[in-house]
């Protein structure tokens, strides 16, 4: 057999792999509770829609969807603002000590975050900010933070710097070269960043579990992750939430895709 023909069959393989899991939460998220652990089926059969009445009737899902919204959204706008103006000077400027900073910037990004929920806790009680939009905010950027820099990093030093020695040579500033020179060819780059940025932050559990008090508060993982019934675990519920956190997402990801590859590899058009 082919070379060919085996990276055929092992990509196959590992597509399915993949995908199955996806395929199988769907399906169970529309198969009646009494069959999902005595009858399933992998062809779906009897579909019904009450885990998806029930997630919003009943458990006002969309105040956890809304939560993670805010707090993503807000998350990803500050990171990427802030990021872009970080990365381009530690990409572009000359100063003492950018190598160790740009390590630093990295390590604080791997940083095992259980380590610093106490301290943490501490911190936003005594701001009273527990249980509030900024008391998630404020630790998302700890480590979302990072993740921008570094990526950014990688895309401005990508770009041809003779546009921007040209334009310092024409008088402009170095924010005004950022501005109009820099970003409209670094826009994949900073678009893959913002969508991985905004996943991190949709994602995230344990900061969101820590810093957050009822329901009114709780994002999407946690809402999903506390799901309880009174005698047993409403696994039709969780997986009918699960897809309902995935979707919008995954569509803008198949959406962008190329941008995003784009902006990841490339990051900008070759000088």
Request: hydrophobic letters at 55%; proline letters at 8%; glycine letters at 6%.
């Amino acid at each position: 057999m082919r070379p060919a023909r085996w990276a055929t069959i092992g990509l196959a393989v590992v597509l399915l792999a993949i995908a199955f899991p996806l395929y199988w939460t769907i399906v169970s998220s529309f198969t009646p509770e009494a069959r999902l652990f005595q009858a399933p089926d992998l062809v779906p059969r009897g579909l019904v829609l009450e885990h998806y009445r029930a997630l919003f009737a009943q458990r006002d899902f969309w105040i956890p969807i809304r939560n993670s919204l805010v707090v993503a959204g807000t998350t990803t706008a500050l990171c990427v603002t802030l990021g872009v103006l970080c990365a381009y000077a530690l990409a572009r400027l000359r100063f003492p000590g950018k190598a160790p900073l740009l390590a630093l910037v990295l390590a604080v990004g791997m940083f095992p975050q259980i380590s610093v929920v106490s301290p943490l806790y501490l911190l936003l009680r005594e701001l009273r900010l527990i249980n509030t939009y900024p008391g998630l905010v404020l630790p998302y950027m700890t480590f979302a933070m990072p993740l921008a820099v570094w990526l950014l990093v990688g895309v401005f030093r990508q770009l041809p710097p003779e546009l921007e020695e040209a334009a310092l040579v024409d008088g402009a500033s170095r924010f005004r070269i950022l501005r109009e020179v820099v970003l409209p060819l670094a826009l994949p780059g900073v678009a893959a960043t913002a969508m991985l940025t905004f996943l991190y932050c949709w994602n995230e559990f344990l900061f969101a579990l820590s810093f957050t008090l009822g329901p009114d508060r709780y994002t999407v993982p946690v809402a999903i992750a506390l799901f309880r019934g009174r005698y047993q675990v409403p696994w039709g519920q969780i997986l009918a939430a699960a897809v309902v956190a995935t979707a919008p997402v995954a569509l803008v990801v198949f959406a962008l895709q190329r941008r995003i590859v784009q902006g990841l590899t490339a990051g900008a058009v070759k000088g």
